[in-house]
T-cell receptor, first 115, second 115 residues
Framework: AQSVTQLDSQVPVFEEAPVELRCNYSSSVSVYLFWYVQYPNQGLQLLLKYLSGSTLVKGINGFEAEFNKSQTSFHLRKPSVHISDTAEYFCAVSDLNNQGGKLIFGQGTELSVKP | DAGVIQSPRHEVTEMGQEVTLRCKPISGHDYLFWYRQTMMRGLELLIYFNNNVPIDDSGMPEDRFSAKMPNASFSTLKIQPSEPRDSAVYFC?????????????FGDGTRLSIL
């Protein structure tokens, strides 16, 4: 079975500062990895995904994430955040052999960008 | 293209009443997922369908919950009788295939309050 741990429940940061949201996963098989973003009163939107190949993945809105197999981590980064990045961010994993595309989500990290 | 459409956006009802949540997936998507989001438990997968057939309902909390998908463009999640602990945001999501590298597309959710 897979599990996902997002190490920070809340991350406050000032505008234009860099940010890293941490995600560790546990799985006995190979996985696909995803980051989703949820803006207030909306559903989740895909930010980026890692399937295979280059361990550095670029997504929308200037975000990127790095897959580290040895550390079973998939941390999300942005070099300079905007007020509009204030949202909740979810890391998720899916088993390569999983039929149906079931996702296991972390508990979420609330990113709060202050002026 | 229209995204996943959920209705109603908000529902407030009294304990013991029947609640019906509705979802229209993206046209052409074969998989449909129902999630529940609460502060305590985060995002939980309740049930998912493939080509209108329920595949995994192991996340449905109890017999008071039921879900149907009578056709490819419509699904319902019913709670009968409802209880205050069912208060949550319920999301519907769809994906084009069940391959685990495909992203899920989420609706904006139904915020349910049981008094």
């Amino acid at each position: 079975a897979q599990s996902v741990t997002q190490l920070d429940s809340q991350v406050p940061v000032f505008e234009e500062a860099p940010v890293e949201l941490r995600c560790n996963y546990s799985s006995s098989v190979s996985v696909y990895l995803f980051w989703y973003v949820q803006y207030p009163n909306q559903g989740l939107q895909l930010l980026l995904k890692y399937l295979s190949g280059s361990t550095l993945v670029k997504g929308i809105n200037g975000f990127e994430a790095e897959f580290n197999k040895s550390q079973t981590s998939f941390h999300l980064r942005k070099p300079s955040v905007h007020i509009s990045d204030t949202a909740e961010y979810f890391c998720a994993v899916s088993d390569l052999n999983n039929q149906g595309g079931k996702l296991i989500f972390g508990q979420g990290t609330e990113l709060s960008v202050k002026p | 293209d229209a995204g996943v459409i959920q209705s109603p956006r908000h529902e407030v009802t009294e304990m013991g009443q029947e609640v019906t949540l509705r979802c229209k997936p993206i046209s052409g998507h074969d998989y449909l997922f129902w999630y529940r989001q609460t502060m305590m438990r985060g995002l939980e997968l309740l049930i998912y369908f493939n080509n209108n057939v329920p595949i995994d309902d192991s996340g449905m909390p109890e017999d008071r919950f039921s879900a149907k998908m009578p056709n490819a463009s419509f699904s319902t999640l019913k709670i009968q009788p409802s209880e205050p602990r069912d208060s949550a945001v319920y999301f519907c999501a769809s994906s084009q295939t069940g391959i685990s590298n495909q992203p899920q597309h989420f609706g904006d959710g139904t915020r349910l309050s049981i008094l």
